[in-house]
């Protein structure tokens, strides 16, 4: 089992809609972080958070420790959000390196 | 330019061959990266550095060679290139225990 899960792997929206991208984890955190990678690979922090919500721009995450798991919410999606989002994780005792998710394939059609 | 730059971008090579990729960053991060991209995989680490001088291995760290003899630089080394080491490599750097900058990657592949 992967220690770092998420769902869905694919994921279509229309131009508009709300957007939940879902991350579990099986190892005790330090710290989640959501990252975007552009179509044309480029990788792009958008959070780390270890506690609560974070909120930038149209995208909120969230996490809940006791429960292991972590959402990537996109309001009022937009084509320009079409790229893949990855879920990682820094476990308790690493050395700063992060643990990734296969990510989520996001193409959002206007 | 300031950031992380990673060089060369794409990369054709031969199995046998040396080929050392190369990730500079200009913000004296202390902790840089490396990971492979794979399909069918997340990101994997293969060797990361505390500091300058200090290096560890990662989950997929055979057949790889790192130094890093400058905080700004942390190349990566295939000693002999195999088939299987076709893959996009990213960089990175990290201040602290706070969030990492990747490069843009080096797209290798190995005939």
């Known amino acids: 089992k992967n220690e770092v899960e998420q769902s869905p792997q694919n994921l279509t929206a229309q131009e508009g809609e709300f957007i939940t991208i879902n991350c579990s984890y099986s190892v005790g955190i330090s710290a989640l972080h959501w990252l975007q990678q552009h179509p044309g690979g480029g990788i792009v922090s958008l959070f780390m958070l270890s506690s609560g919500k974070k909120k930038h721009g149209r995208l909120i995450a969230t996490i809940n420790i006791q429960e292991k798991h972590s959402s990537l919410h996109i309001t009022a999606s937009h084509p320009r959000d079409s790229a893949v989002y990855i879920c990682a994780v820094r476990s308790g005792g690493s050395q700063g390196n992060l643990i990734f998710g296969k990510g989520t394939k996001l193409s959002v059609k206007p | 330019d300031a950031g992380i730059t990673q060089s060369p971008r794409y990369k054709i090579t031969e199995t046998g061959r040396q080929v050392t990729l190369m990730c500079h960053q200009t913000?004296?991060?202390?902790?840089m990266f490396w990971y492979r991209q794979d399909l069918g995989h997340g990101l994997r680490l293969i060797y990361y550095?505390?500091?300058?001088?200090?290096?560890d291995k990662g989950e997929v760290p055979d057949g790889y060679v790192v130094s890093r003899s400058k905080t700004e630089n942390f190349p990566l080394t295939l000693e002999s290139a195999t088939r299987s080491q076709t893959s996009v490599y990213f960089c990175?750097?990290?201040?602290?225990?706070?969030?990492?900058?990747f490069g843009a990657g080096t797209r290798l592949s190995v005939l």
């Open positions: 990175a750097s990290m201040k602290g225990e706070n969030i990492q900058y």
């Open positions: 913000w004296s991060h202390s902790y």
């Open positions: 550095s505390a500091a300058a001088d200090i290096t």
